[in-house]
């Protein structure tokens, strides 16, 4: 793979490197708390169906994260139009030569 940018600017082995390294912090104590739960030689007790069970798990968190994500996105589509049409001018107006002629005029209280 390549060094190429990315669209959020990181190169592409900086994203692999952080993924790998979060993986590999994560993997042992994950490992080892399944194996405090379920007990056994993983290698002798592991079945089709856990694996099934896994992927229906992460089946239904991806489904929930993307809704999640979608109303997030939403969000800040309304919140950046919303922005988009209520933000004040550049430049505040200038007020008419003959109003400031008469505040300074006005006596003072």
């Not at 042992?28 to 056994?40: A, L, R, T, Y």
């Not at 694996?51 to 929930?64: A, K, M, N, P, T």
């Not at 988009?84 to 006596?107: F, G, I, L």
Request: charged share 35%.
């Amino acid at each position: 793979m390549s060094d190429k940018e990315t669209p959020n600017n990181r190169p592409a082995n900086e994203i692999r490197n952080a993924s790998i390294a979060r993986f590999v912090s994560e993997a042992s104590d994950k490992f080892d708390k399944g194996q405090e739960e379920h007990g056994g030689c993983l290698d002798q007790t592991v079945t089709f169906a856990d694996c099934e069970g896994e992927v229906i798990d992460l089946w239904h968190y991806l489904q929930s994260l993307q809704r999640k994500v979608g109303m997030m996105e939403a969000s800040f589509q309304f919140l950046a139009k919303f922005y988009a049409d209520n933000k004040p001018d550049e430049e505040p107006e200038e007020e008419p030569e003959e109003t400031k002629d008469e505040e300074e005029a006005a006596p003072a209280d």
